[in-house]
């Protein structure tokens, strides 16, 4: 255990979660023990309120465990604040949502750039520069002057994933990203993440659509808050 | 227990309490203005006449060769008289105890504190009980510098004087008050200035109750004024003040209700203030009245149950106003009272003032938010739904948005800030409004004491003289000039002569409208030296004076307000010194805060009492070392004043250049601080609408705070987005304040130079401007203070997981 935890980027221990609603509480994930090495390729699956957002939010900082060690890419989330899980997260993690999330008043550059911004990272100069460079690897460098709302979704995910790898994190985590995309389009953008696993990076991705699941080197099925199964594949599409 | 549908709009309040709160806040703030400018409006003018009329002030006054109890007896019979009674005013002057002399008007009455017509009331000490003593009204003590028990010289033409020991004040709500005017006014028995005048000259008349028409009390007063004649006595004028309206009755309700209607207009910005956060408010219901709607409800119950909420707020908003509103108007009216020499009775403000301050206050929010509340309660199920969510594209880029994405901003953060503001137009538009409606009334205001005191200043600039003697009777104007020149520190002496003039009703009796205090509503005609170095007045139309015209006049501008429709070209029938003259008007001269005077050549004022060589008047100027210095100053007024009575030449006053200054000056004192209270309302219910729709924008992109702390958002970089947000409003309404401020400060001029009698130019200035602009970033700030301190600490997980609407 010590071996495998020495190589994580992503190490769980322990981690229950629990809401508290006006009929008592419920608990979303219980007990979870999960590491993830650097440049794995990991889906979790499981159905509608089997605890995957929950568990994706303890990985992002966006929410905190009731109970349990949560260490990311070298930081100790359970013990942060709010202001300093926003910062981790900047430098850290790049997510992406099913829905986009772009903000919609920001050109594609512009929401590329903004979490340069937040985290000062390089010269406000290199910071277009760059993200001019992630939207031509995306292949949507002709876009970058428009809104999110000139663009199909397809193209508003690309620009959402060259907002994720803005600040070069090692960690990408994809909340259901082809949850709003056709099925050609849904193959695109998950060939996309599964490369960035190439550039050194950890892919964590949240689907219900199992047949997704060959673009991951891993799958981890969640049920009723806890791990049902974590299983390899012996071949995913590189 | 309340049924579900009301309890969900109550939680729906308690979500949103920030920005009601905000909202209510506004509601009480304007509400409150609005019922201190009603109440002062009603108690003042209440208050004003009540003291005015309870002097049983004269409806007449008639100035005749003599007076006494006889003749008022038998004029207190004519038909159309209620009563007459005798009595006198002695101009003088009081010697100050730091060497300087200060005009003053002694009103002479017999059985002093018994008297029936024009009555004071005794305010402190004892009525005079002796030949040696007197009484001053309780605002000349100041002017006077002195204290009850001190002794006053007063000193007379003809180097007569007298020392009176003060023993009392009296309260005579006739008369604006003594420091605004620089005049001490005292009351007096006959027998203590039998010395210098042993007879009356005024005989006061009041009319009927029955009669109350000006054009009537003066149908009267020439009945009386011909009765007098045929008695044997001489009448030299008749009064006439306006009827049952104190002297500044006009003027103080006329600022009023100026301010009354800018009030109004807070509350009315206010309401539609709140109307866009009501609206807002039901956007972020949208889905839960679509759910609603789904479930069977319809638009009407929805409606009620928001409006009913909107109800409350306004509600609650009143029962705070109310009473606010009330303590503020006690305390204004106090102020006001203070500075307008009046007793108040009591602050009791009559309950339907509060009840139309309630009801307006509650009615105006409500009316106001209809249009959003029915709006929003008759989406179809379909569009309600079809607004949930971020994900769904519901918010297009509009021209506004594409344009701005054009321009280079210093950060992606301030972008964001500058375009989010653009993306609710019609809220912006309200935030602008607001700053600019309340930016408009402090440029205004601001410059209204800007060209007040630009006024004073050029009035002071066309008055190039330091003093003027005003003498008792006509005198050699070569001997007098002789007199005054050889005197230390005088640069210039020139002859000014005066008279009293009147328009010419047919029977040769002048008749003026002037108030007791000899004041009010006078209009003169000097002779002028055509070759003047004494005055600095501007000609607006036709000519100046031309050697030995006899009957051209110039008009100033305050005479051209007296005398409307009279223009170059005009002849007017007048009475100088009681002899009938037609007269020519050649031109028209801008004279700035100078009382209504029509100017003349020395020989068009000669008569037959009074010659082209003679003068009344003289105008000195001093040197510009003596001319600074106060104490100099009155040195030479004394100085001249002893020259003068000791070559047989009665000194009936002399008025300095200084003190026609100071009396200007507080003229204007109530309105600028009453201006200033309404700036301020206006302002915070701006801030608190500003901050309140702020608050409301950055609820509806909950989820857009929540991404931006997923991309690494600190706390600061949220304030600096909201902050850069409010400053779009704030700069906007700074600027949209300059050309609003524009027919605002013309109203006010207008509205101001009427009830004054100068016209008064408000100009746009740059200080006001500036600070305007300083108050607007300050304000923004202040209103992103609240909503960027909730979105800093909103959980992202909630952020994310919940509606939200673009």
């Known amino acids: 255990m010590a071996d495998i935890r020495q190589g994580s980027l992503i190490d769980l221990r322990g981690v229950c979660k629990t809401f508290d609603v006006p009929s008592g509480s419920i608990t979303a994930l219980g007990n979870i023990d999960l590491q993830i090495r650097l440049g794995e390729r990991v889906a979790i699956v499981g159905r509608s309120g089997s605890g995957k957002t929950t568990l994706v939010n303890m990985l992002t900082g966006i929410d905190s465990p009731s109970q349990g060690v949560i260490e990311v890419a070298g930081a100790h989330l359970h013990g942060m604040s709010q202001e300093q899980l926003a910062v981790w997260r900047g430098r850290s993690v790049g997510i992406v949502f099913q829905f986009f999330h772009l903000l919609p008043t920001l050109t594609v550059a512009e929401n590329v750039v903004l979490p340069m911004d937040f985290a000062r990272h390089g010269r406000p100069t290199q910071r277009l520069r760059r993200a001019h460079e992630l939207l031509e690897q995306l292949g949507i460098a002709e876009q970058a002057g428009k809104l999110p709302a000139d663009l199909s979704g397809g193209q508003q995910q690309r620009a959402a994933i060259a907002r994720a790898l803005a600040n070069d994190p090692p960690l990408i985590v994809a909340d259901e990203p082809t949850g709003n995309l056709d099925s050609t389009t849904s193959d695109q953008v998950m060939t996309l993440l599964a490369a960035l696993a190439h550039q050194g990076k950890t892919v964590v991705a949240v689907t219900h659509e199992r047949d997704l699941g060959r673009f991951f080197d891993r799958i981890i099925s969640l049920r009723d808050g806890r791990i049902e199964s974590d299983s390899r594949r012996a071949s995913a599409i590189a | 227990m309340l049924s579900a549908p009301w309890r969900k709009v109550m939680s729906d309040a308690r979500a949103a309490r920030g920005r009601l709160v905000l909202m209510g806040l506004a509601l009480a703030v304007s509400g409150a203005a609005l019922t201190t400018m009603l109440s002062t409006y009603v108690v003042l003018g209440r208050e004003l006449g009540r003291n005015y009329l309870s002097t049983n002030p004269a409806s007449a006054q008639l100035l005749l060769d003599r007076s006494d109890a006889e003749l008022a007896r038998a004029i207190a019979r004519f038909p159309g008289v209620a009563d007459a009674e005798p009595a006198s005013a002695v101009w003088g002057r009081v010697a100050l105890p730091n060497g300087g002399v200060r005009p003053a008007l002694f009103f002479v009455i017999p059985h002093l504190g018994r008297s029936r ?44 004087s007298a020392r009176l020991k003060v023993v009392g004040t009296v309260h005579d709500p006739s008369l604006a008050p003594a420091w605004q005017e620089q005049v001490v006014y005292g009351y007096v028995t006959p027998a203590a200035l039998a010395r210098v005048d042993p007879d009356l000259h005024i005989l006061k008349v009041t009319v009927v109750p029955a009669i109350r028409e000006a054009h009537a009390i003066e149908t009267v007063a020439h009945g009386v004024a011909q009765r007098i004649a045929e008695l044997g006595r001489k009448v030299r004028e008749i009064r006439i003040p306006p009827p049952r309206m104190h002297p500044h009755q006009s003027q103080v309700m006329t600022l009023l209700a100026m301010l009354l209607g800018f009030s109004a207009c807070g509350l009315l910005l206010g309401a539609v203030l709140g109307a866009a956060i009501v609206g807002g408010f039901m956007g972020s219901q949208a889905h839960d009245i679509a759910v609603m709607k789904a479930i069977g409800a319809r638009s009407v119950q929805i409606a009620v149950l928001y409006l009913v909420l909107v109800g409350g707020i306004a509600l609650l908003a009143a029962v705070a106003a109310v009473p606010l509103g009330l303590l503020a108007a006690a305390g204004w009216v106090g102020a006001s009272a203070r500075l307008l020499n009046l007793d108040i009775a009591g602050v009791r403000i009559p309950w339907f003032v509060a009840a139309a301050s309630a ?134 002496v020139e002859s000014w002569p005066v008279a009293d003039v009147a328009i010419d009703a047919g029977d040769h009796i002048a008749v003026s409208h002037s108030y007791p205090d000899e004041g009010h509503g006078r209009i003169t005609i000097r002779a002028v030296p055509l070759e003047t170095r004494l005055l600095g007045a501007q000609l607006m139309a036709g000519r100046w004076l031309r050697q030995n015209e006899e009957d051209a006049v110039v008009l100033n501008s305050a005479a051209q307000v007296a005398l409307p429709g009279v223009k170059v070209g005009d002849s007017l029938d007048l009475l100088i010194r009681h002899e009938p003259r037609l007269v020519h008007v050649v031109g028209i001269a801008r004279e700035i805060l100078a009382p209504a005077t029509l100017y003349t050549t020395a020989e068009g004022l000669a008569g037959r009492d009074f010659s082209a060589a003679s003068t009344n008047a003289v105008r000195v100027a001093l040197k510009p070392g003596t001319a600074a210095d106060a104490a100099a100053v009155d040195a030479v007024a004394n100085a001249a004043t002893d020259a003068l009575e000791s070559a047989g030449i009665g000194v009936r006053g002399i008025v300095s250049e200084k003190l026609i200054r100071a009396a200007q000056s507080g003229h204007i004192r109530i309105l600028i601080s009453a201006l200033g209270f309404v700036v301020a309302i206006t302002t915070l219910v701006g801030v608190l609408g500003h901050a309140s729709m702020l608050s409301t924008g950055v609820v509806e992109r909950t989820r857009e705070f929540g991404i931006l702390r997923v991309v690494g958002a600190g706390a600061g970089d949220i304030r600096r987005v909201v902050l850069s947000e409010a400053m779009i409003g704030g700069l906007l309404g700074a600027a949209a304040a300059i050309p609003l401020s524009l027919p605002i400060s013309q109203t006010i001029g207008r509205i101001v130079g009427r009830v004054s009698g100068q016209p008064l130019v408000l100009e746009l200035a740059a200080i006001p401007v500036l600070a305007w602009l300083s108050v607007c970033v300050a304000a923004s700030a202040l209103g992103a203070l609240y909503p960027s301190l909730r979105a800093a600490r909103w959980s992202v997980r909630a952020t994310l997981a919940g509606p939200s609407l673009t």
């Open chain 2, 117 to 160: 017509i024009n009555t004071v009331r005794l305010q402190s000490g004892d009525w005079p009980a002796s030949d040696d003593q007197l009484v001053l009204e309780r605002s000349a003590l100041e002017v006077a510098q002195a204290s009850i028990g001190d002794s006053l010289t007063l000193e007379f033409p003809n180097k007569q």
């Open chain 2, 359 to 492: 009801a307006v206050a509650i009615w105006a929010p409500i009316t106001a938010a209809g249009l959003p509340v029915w709006l929003g309660s008759c989406r179809t199920v379909r569009e309600a739904m079809s607004e949930w969510g971020l994900a769904r594209t519901s918010w297009t880029p509009d021209s506004s948005t594409r344009a701005l994405v054009r321009v280079r901003l210093l950060s992606t953060a301030a972008a964001l800030g500058v375009r989010n503001a653009f993306r609710r137009r019609a809220r912006l538009l309200l935030a602008v409004a607001a700053f600019a409606s309340a930016g408009a009334m402090f440029i205004a205001s601001a410059e209204l004491r800007i060209a007040w005191s630009d006024n004073v200043a050029a009035s002071a600039a066309t008055r190039r003289y330091d003093l003027e003697i005003r003498l008792q009777n006509a005198a050699s104007a070569d001997a007098v000039r002789h007199i005054v020149e050889t005197l230390p520190g005088v640069r210039t």
